[in-house]
């Protein structure tokens, strides 16, 4: 798991900035993980710090799609 701030989510996209300076947009969320965090629409979020994992995966077009696989508020 790593550590990273939510910073926004726009379009069906949800951008984090990691500790070691990166950021990364995900395209999709455990629904799990957003059952228990609305990121979508609680703006309270925005500049939170959460645990993260997450996995790289390829749609049918072999293109990359980053999905959160879990996410914990710290």
């Not at 910073?7 to 059952?35: C, I, M, R």
Request: net charge negative; no cysteine.
């Amino acid at each position: 798991m790593r550590t990273a701030i939510f910073k926004s989510y726009q379009d069906g996209y949800y951008t984090f900035w990691f500790d070691n300076g990166d950021e990364l947009t995900f395209e999709e969320v455990h629904p799990k993980a957003l059952y228990k965090y609305n990121l979508k629409e609680d703006a309270s979020f925005i500049d939170k710090a959460f645990k993260l994992s997450y996995s790289e995966v390829f749609d049918d077009l072999d293109r990359a799609i980053y999905r959160i696989d879990s996410l914990t508020l710290l």
